[in-house]
């Protein structure tokens, strides 16, 4: 009920029609899904800001296109909404924030966070829109925590945050005797998930 949420979860006819101008591509409900956080990462630029609230209401994000990460992310909401995706906001308190525990129904004052749930294909998946860098399904390390508070009309509570990945250095060194009977070594290193993302960004995606 509080005023800076209610168009998000529910926009008027004109904030529809705005968000309708964009038409993601793909047939499944993964590949929209993709196609809207691509735009919503790309057109809506991040202040660098955080809270566990928006800053601004929706019409005002949707002119502006720059917002602190609860706008964008509410924004990233309304666009996945708006197709027929199901989107709820997700309440978290990040690494650092001095609240690893939460109890089963836990203050407001615990969280600093605001991200979003989405079960698309009967998967779920955890999604934050803050950079264009960092793929569909992935969230800044520091985000990377055992349970966020789900925010529905009913049903409201906490629910485990799963993301699953195998990131890692793999280096595999291959010596042998060239033509001439010198040492030579071959070096293969490999990256996964979230190490690749940080190699190709060349600094961490968090």
Do not use: W
Request: no cysteine; glycine share 6%; hydrophobic share 35%.
């Amino acid at each position: 009920e509080f005023d800076l949420f209610v168009h998000y979860l529910n926009p008027n006819a004109g904030e529809k029609s705005q968000i309708l101008t964009f038409v993601p591509k793909g047939e499944t409900e993964i590949q929209k899904a993709k196609d809207v956080y691509n735009f919503v990462t790309e057109k809506y630029s991040y202040n660098g800001e955080y809270s566990p609230f928006p800053s601004k209401n929706l019409r005002a994000m949707l002119e502006s296109r720059t917002g602190q990460r609860a706008d964008i992310n509410l924004t990233l909401m309304a666009y996945l909404r708006q197709n027929g995706l199901t989107a709820y906001p997700l309440l978290i308190s990040s690494k650092g924030n001095g609240r690893s525990r939460l109890v089963d129904t836990p203050f407001l004052d615990l969280f600093n966070q605001l991200i979003i749930y989405a079960k698309i294909d009967d998967k779920e998946y955890f999604l934050d829109a803050t950079n264009s860098e960092r793929p569909f399904g992935y969230l800044p390390l520091s985000h990377h925590v055992s349970y966020g508070y789900i925010m529905k009309e009913k049903d409201s509570g906490l629910i485990p945050v799963q993301l699953p990945h195998r990131s890692g250095i793999v280096q595999m060194v291959n010596t042998k005797l060239d033509e001439n009977n010198h040492l030579v070594s071959e070096s293969t290193v490999r990256y996964t998930d979230y190490d690749a993302l940080s190699k190709m960004n060349g600094s961490s995606i968090d």
